[in-house]
């Protein structure tokens, strides 16, 4: 499996200016997450979503960010309008249980965007 | 709520040594994972290691190991024979585990491990 795949790897843009992260989970997990890493505050759990069905938004900012799962292979997460405040390295993770062993996979993260908008 | 700490901020350690970095966390729970990441400077997030609580044997991947003390929550990562490719910020995480379906990780800040030639 190719993992987890995040595009684009970096992000420059405007302020004011729309932006879309893009992640494709591993074939055959069932939840996905999305999270944002920044120095002051580390890692913050944005949304997650199981079986496309979002879980858990609380951790959105505001109402700029939105978090789509059309279907079992792709997510997006939109900025807009983007603010200077929003540049960081965003990471989408996915996970699953094992239905044969119960076991839990323990997420596995893409490479992650990092976002600047100047 | 679930907290995780992770009292040393920066570590060195020189080649071919052991090094320990400490994880404790709180928490009401029975059952739950606990995870050690690896996030050398290219970013990625690796999953180093895990450990189930209900599992009273200590976690072992290689040259990494954890020693897991449930009553104290107290989660240590050893590394042994550490290599240059170990310098990396290390994440220790906490799940719990039920039927509610919540499997969101509690991070804690992280420990820079340098790794000296």
């Known amino acids: 499996d190719a993992g987890v795949i995040q595009s684009p790897r970096h992000e420059v843009t405007e302020m004011g200016q729309e932006v879309t992260l893009r992640c494709k989970p591993i074939?055959?997990?069932?939840?996905l997450f999305w999270y944002r890493q920044t120095m002051m505050r580390g890692l913050e759990l944005l949304i997650y979503?199981?079986?496309?069905?979002?879980?858990?938004d609380s951790g959105m900012p505001e109402d700029r960010f939105s978090a789509k799962m059309p279907n079992a292979s792709f997510s997006t997460l939109k900025i807009q309008p983007s603010e200077p405040r929003d540049s960081a390295v965003y990471f989408c993770?996915?996970?699953?249980?094992?239905?044969?062993?119960?076991?839990?996979?323990?997420?596995?993260f893409g490479s992650g965007t990092r976002l600047t908008v100047v | 709520a679930q907290t995780v700490t992770q009292s040393q901020p920066e570590m060195s350690v020189q080649e071919a040594e052991t090094v320990t970095l400490s994880c404790t966390y709180d928490?009401?729970?029975?059952?739950?994972?606990l995870f050690w990441y690896k996030q050398p400077p290219s970013r990625q997030m690796i999953l180093v290691i895990r450990q189930e609580a209900y599992k009273q044997q200590n976690a072992t991947e290689n040259r990494f190991s954890v020693n897991f003390q449930k009553a104290a929550k107290s989660f240590s990562l050893k590394i042994s024979d550490s290599q240059l490719g170990d310098t990396a910020m290390y994440f220790c995480?906490?799940?719990?585990?039920?039927?509610?379906?919540?499997?969101?990780?509690?991070f804690g800040t992280g420990t820079r491990l340098k790794v000296l030639a």
């Open positions: 993770a996915s996970s699953t249980t094992s239905r044969w062993t119960g076991r839990y996979s323990g997420y596995t």
């Open positions: 979503f199981n079986n496309n069905v979002p879980i858990d």
């Open positions: 928490t009401s729970e029975n059952n739950y994972y």
């Open positions: 074939s055959g997990h069932d939840y």
């Open positions: 995480a906490f799940m719990k585990h039920d039927n509610s379906g919540t499997y969101k990780y509690i």
